[in-house]
């Protein structure tokens, strides 16, 4: 197989229907080779060069199998185009002591649920003990929550099947250059995701297509002997001379166990409290906390692409941007959502949280974004380790009391933000 890289396409050369065509004759320029000789091939990576508005390109790496592949990569073969890379399959390091108990994993989000797959895979089978409802009945519950206000504090946007990523947006963009990255894309494809999250510079799955995801995920899991049990919130952990030896599930039932993997999230405050309870040693750390802001998605396209804004080769535009004050503070913006919906993501009662969220196709007529400032633990009430949380939900208080005390935030146009008055309406 040969790589070719640094493939730069016009954007008004390529459609979706000549796409295939268009990189075919690409290859056969490049590897200089007639058509009967090029094999097959195959997308590696794909991205948008947009920094010149009158000049937008697609940039693909390809992967192509020739017929004399020797003699044609000694005729054309350089910086870019050159023997595709081996896979790297990621090794796993086995214990040499046989388990006293089946491992458990506690959290069914992306942590938890690759856990418990590898787990699974490998022939440990895993106990999966998630807090919420499987995917379905999740979904029920939290239209009731959007839709009548009805919070379940076991089964919302935050805790069950999948996660809170199962009501985002399903981004699998990453900073880490390692190759399990790529055995979780292929374990996402392999479940149901659409198969160019393999290769496009910023891959999604969508919530609407998410969601048959994750439980194809769990039924892999199980099929491999692992057992995935819903309801079941860890209400104790049992130790003995500094060792696990068993859980408390729902204040009732006992699960003895000696390897537990923690995959609870970031919304389990009660988890953190009673892990603090039992010695674990914690320290406060710094973290983000802002809102919601939300724009037409045209004004996004035009801002980003120009005369080529709504091009179904390009999509929705995204962008991400930061500033950087002399007082050390930086302000930016983080998991911005095409298309998408800003959606209400409480977790405890009283409190209002909020989240962004798109589908497949981001096709919503709004963009949104969260928008953050860092605060430290110097920004916390007292010393304690778990201060953030105190902080964190004494701004949900606030926000619920302001959005009228039923789960609806609180609102305001962002010119009147930027002014400091009140807004009396919303816009579109």
């Known amino acids: 197989m040969i790589r070719l890289s640094d493939i730069r396409i016009k954007i008004s050369r390529i459609t979706p229907d000549n796409e295939k065509e268009v990189l075919k004759r690409e290859i056969l320029g490049r590897l200089k080779i007639k058509e009967e000789d090029l094999l097959s091939f195959s997308i590696s990576k794909k991205s948008v060069d947009a920094r010149k508005k009158a000049d937008i390109c697609l940039v693909y790496s390809l992967d192509a199998e020739v017929a004399n592949e020797e003699h044609v990569l000694k005729k054309t073969g350089g910086r870019d185009v050159f023997p595709t890379p081996a896979v790297i399959r990621p090794d796993l390091r086995f214990g040499s002591e046989k388990l006293r108990h089946r491992p458990v994993v506690t959290g069914m989000g992306p942590a938890g649920i690759f856990a418990a797959l590898i787990l699974a895979q490998n ?89 048959s995801v994750v439980k194809n995920l769990r039924q892999s899991i199980i099929s491999h002997g692992g057992e995935v049990r819903f309801r079941s919130r860890v209400t104790d952990f049992i130790t003995r001379d500094g060792e696990i030896t068993a859980l408390e599930i729902n204040g009732e039932e006992i699960l003895e166990c000696n390897v537990v993997i923690l995959a609870i999230g970031h919304s389990a405050r009660d988890t953190f409290e009673i892990l603090y309870k039992r010695g674990i040693e914690m320290i406060p750390k710094p973290f983000s906390i802002g809102v919601r802001i939300e724009h037409p998605q045209e004004v996004i396209d035009r801002a980003q692409y120009g005369s080529e804004a709504g091009n179904p080769m390009l999509g929705a535009a995204d962008y991400k941007l930061a500033y950087h004050s002399k007082s050390g503070r930086s302000a930016y913006t983080f998991c911005m959502c095409p298309g998408g919906y800003v959606v209400a993501a409480a977790s405890e009662k009283g409190h209002v949280v909020t989240n962004g969220m798109s589908e497949y196709k981001r096709d919503g007529v709004n963009a949104n974004s969260a928008l953050l400032v860092g605060v430290s633990p110097e920004d916390y009430p007292g010393h304690h380790p778990l201060a953030g949380v105190e902080f964190q939900r004494n701004w949900e208080r606030l926000a619920f009391q302001l959005g009228g005390s039923d789960y609806r935030a609180p609102v305001q146009l962002i010119g009147d933000f930027l002014n400091d008055r009140i807004s009396t309406g919303i816009g579109s």
């Open 123 to 211: 022939g440990y089978r895993p106990i999966v003990l998630e807090r919420g409802e499987d995917v379905d009945s999740r979904v029920m519950k939290i239209n009731d929550f959007w839709d009548h206000g009805k919070l379940d504090p076991e089964s919302n946007v935050q805790f069950g099947e999948g996660g809170a990523g199962t009501f985002s947006d399903g981004k699998l963009t990453t900073l880490i250059n390692d190759p399990r990255c790529e055995q979780v894309l292929r374990e996402f494809v392999s479940a149901g995701a659409p198969q160019e999250i393999l290769y496009k510079n910023k891959p999604h799955i969508g919530t609407d297509l998410l969601r």
